[in-house]
């Protein structure tokens, strides 16, 4: 039997003569439960509660901005689908920070690892499909209701290619800022493993880090040293796509914008910290799955 | 109160990474205040305390504190045995409480008050502190409700603070009755009148009392009637 590619434990009574499927299938199941986990959806009705309630904390304001725009008639939105982001980017962290600990930690805390392991799927598999599912599900979750704000700017007869250049721009940001945001909250909650510890670990990087990155943009653009802000802006995802929004012109405001090679820069660092943060949830997964 | 519990929860809290995470908060803090007031001015600094300090690393230090005293053993079932001995649950609550009420005293409120020292100093200083005792003791009360009644207490506690006090509170002015923030900084406003003035005194103190003898008197109350569960 050294040529099997799939698993059906042969216990010996009958065999499996069948089709197997590959590790392929196995880890497009894994990312696609991992997805539905991450909204509570094939869990129990309690964990459907946050995951939706965030959704629609940050879907309502586009439908509110969408009857607006249709009622009064207005020529443009009063904001660009980037900077609806930026507004909801509270949101955002807590989906994050409360969602990762669902695909990170609970696998390793009750060592049912070793269960997904059993399979002819790779540790190093299972970690990637973990983290495409956390970035998928924080893209639907940012891109839902920049969908809403597209097409009810559309319906009510918006210019189709203003707009799309503008969403273009916008789903490029959001890509960029959920595998960042994958990243860090995997790796924290993959480290940490009780859940309220993850928690709050993932909403100091995500919210704490960039306010105290904000407050030092602030302060350093008073003060005239433009500079100092924007390196500080490398600091954190949320003043990194900040920083790049309003470098393409996606209707972000920063303190201190990044011109030049600084939009390089952003751009390279932002890249890496998803790189970084994927690398290290691969490295803590090989390391737990070989003890 | 029970000494023997005061001792297991700062052990609890104290132990290990837990502690490094509780500390990370206050040295932050402190380290940009003072880095802020040398490379510009001690006036340049002050905002990052309406900004950074008390509203975001007050609760959250609070947050972490009492989710610490309470959660890891409600999380992992082992608070049976605390529970199976003949002691008051609402001496157990009231002991926890006092645990996470000085670790937010600690590592938030003395930092605030000394990052207000280095930002200026004077009555406003006095004030953002007391706010900070006041808005301290609050938060670790009610924080500890949430935590006896639900595991996802970190969660709930954070919407409250971050959705509700921080998003709500900046768009909907109305908000401040009910947040423990403004009352904090209503009862500080006497002190100096350089913090806002968002609702009328006695509500603030009122309010502010209910929760904290509430927050405690419930978290017994709901360790009266514990259920074990499992992970959902």
Redesign the interface.
């Known amino acids: 039997m050294a040529d099997r590619a799939g698993v059906i434990h042969d216990l010996g009574y009958r065999h499996y003569d069948g089709p197997r499927d590959g590790v392929a299938t196995i880890a497009r199941t894994l990312f696609v439960t991992g997805l539905r986990h991450a909204f509570g959806l094939g869990r129990s009705g309690k964990s459907k509660i946050l995951p939706f309630l965030l959704l629609g904390l940050s879907t309502l304001p586009a439908a509110i901005v969408v009857g607006v725009v249709t009622l009064v008639g207005l020529s443009d939105l009063p904001l660009t689908y980037a900077g609806y982001t930026n507004q909801t980017q509270l949101l955002v962290s807590l989906f994050a920070a409360a969602q990762a600990p669902v695909l990170f930690s609970r696998d390793l805390r009750y060592r049912s690892i070793v269960l997904y392991l059993a399979r002819p799927l790779p540790a190093y598999v299972v970690a990637l499909t973990r983290w495409a599912s956390l970035t998928t599900a924080l893209l639907v979750f940012t891109v839902l209701p920049v969908l809403v704000l597209y097409a009810g700017g559309l319906l009510a007869g918006l210019d189709v290619s203003d707009q799309t250049t503008d969403l273009l721009k916008a789903v490029a940001l959001l890509l960029l800022v959920s595998s960042m945001l994958a990243g860090i909250t995997g790796f924290i909650s993959s480290v940490s493993l009780r859940r309220g510890f993850a928690v709050v670990g993932s909403i100091v990087a995500l919210v704490v880090v960039p306010g105290v990155v904000t407050a030092v943009q602030a302060i350093a653009s008073e003060e005239g040293a433009e500079q100092v802000g924007v390196a500080a802006g490398l600091a954190s995802p949320w003043s990194l796509t900040n920083g790049l929004a309003s470098a393409w012109d996606a209707g972000v405001e920063v303190f201190t914008p990044p011109e030049g090679g600084w939009v390089v820069a952003y751009l390279a660092v932002a890249v890496l910290i998803a790189g970084v943060g994927l690398a290290a949830i691969v490295a803590r997964f090989l390391k737990v799955g070989s003890q | 109160m029970n000494s023997t519990i005061i001792k297991l929860a700062a052990q609890a809290l104290l132990g290990r ?2 502690f490094w ?1 509780l500390l ?1 908060f206050p040295v ?1 803090l402190i380290a ?1 205040t003072v880095t ?1 007031a040398a ?2 001015d001690a006036e ?2 002050w ?2 305390l309406p ?2 300090g008390y509203p ?2 007050l609760p ?1 230090v609070a ?2 504190a009492a ?2 005293v309470l ?2 053993e409600v ?1 992992d079932g082992s608070i049976v045995y605390l529970l199976s001995k003949p002691v008051s649950r609402h001496s157990v609550a009231l002991s926890k409480w006092v645990v996470a009420w000085a670790a937010t005293m600690l590592a938030g409120a003395l930092p605030l008050y000394v990052s207000a020292l280095v930002a200026g100093g004077g009555d406003r200083a006095l004030a953002a502190g007391l706010a900070a005792v006041v808005a301290g003791t609050t938060y670790s009360a009610l924080f500890l409700a949430v935590s006896a009644v639900t ?5 709930v506690s ?2 409250f603070v ?2 509700w006090e ?2 709500l509170g900046n768009l909907l002015s109305g908000v401040a009755w009910l947040s423990v923030a403004q009352w904090g900084l209503r009862i500080g406003h006497e002190i100096s009148t350089e913090l806002p003035d968002p609702t009328n005194l006695p509500w603030a103190i009122a309010a502010s009392l209910v929760v904290t003898v509430g927050g405690v008197w419930f978290a017994g109350d709901r360790l009266r009637s514990f259920t074990l569960r499992g ?2």
Not at chain 2, 151 to 155: F, K, L, Q, S, T
């Open positions: 990474r837990r995470l990370a932050l940009l802020v490379l510009t340049a600094a905002p990052l900004g950074l975001v690393v959250l947050v972490l989710s610490s959660g890891p999380d595991r996802h207490a970190v969660i954070l919407l971050l959705i921080g998003l992970e959902d």
